[in-house]
């Protein structure tokens, strides 16, 4: 259960790691240095764009913290903002984005907590006005894939997230967001992988409500 927690907390920390330093002679610094910058901003929006350009998802998922422990379940998709993780019969609870709030439900416990997609890890991924330019940065763009670092330096508790992107004709945007990696108050790493990406279905409004376990003992169907 704390595996499922780690990653939907609200109290984070911000790991910013600082620019890579390029070893070029002085009299070529700031062109190389200008021609970086350009690259890595337009690959920071076309990452954007692929995440912006979903409408809807289905893919499975599988949930790991640092100890190695690993849930799984299935993800829904739905922009902008809303996010459903329904997880394996042996995890009693769900974690469900209206598209304003993201709400994690333990019906072990008959306890709910909210908080707003802003101030979650997953900002970056379900929050359509994040400012990807002012809070992303790209960390590794190789042949194939791309992985980007989202965090607000003036709000740490808010958290870091980085999402890996892979080439796939596929996926909208001609990006498939493959994986991510969250980073909690402890220290604590959690990481999501997912497979079997289906886009473009009908997704109801209805997948993303939940029953409140506080007036009824029932999990939803």
């Known amino acids: 259960m704390t595996t499922v927690k780690n990653l939907f907390r609200k109290p984070v920390t911000a790991a910013i790691v600082g620019s890579l330093a390029l070893a070029v002679p002085a009299s070529l610094a700031v062109p190389a240095q200008t021609a970086i910058a350009q690259s890595q901003t337009d690959q920071l929006d076309r990452a954007t764009r692929a995440l912006r350009a979903i409408t809807t998802m289905r893919a499975d998922f599988t949930q790991t913290d640092r100890a190695g422990n690993v849930v799984a379940g299935e993800l829904t998709l739905k922009n902008p903002g809303k996010i459903r993780f329904e997880y394996s019969d042996d995890v009693n609870m769900l974690v469900v984005s209206n598209g304003r709030s993201l709400t994690l439900v333990d019906y072990d416990v008959n306890q709910v907590e909210r908080w707003p997609i802003s101030d979650s890890p997953l900002g970056a991924l379900l929050d359509p006005n994040r400012d990807m330019r002012r809070y992303g940065r790209v960390v590794e763009a190789r042949s194939g894939a791309i992985s980007i670092e989202v965090a ?20 909208p945007g001609g990006l498939e967001l493959t994986s991510w990696v969250a980073l909690d108050a402890q220290n604590e790493r959690t990481t999501v992988r997912l497979r079997n990406h ?8 209805s997948e993303f409500r939940y029953r409140d376990p506080r007036r009824s003992t029932r999990r939803p169907g």
């Open 198 to 205: 289906r886009y473009g279905m009908s997704v109801s409004d």
């Open 152 to 171: 607000d330096p003036s709000r740490p508790e808010f958290g870091t997230i980085r999402l890996i992107f892979v080439e796939s004709g596929g996926a």
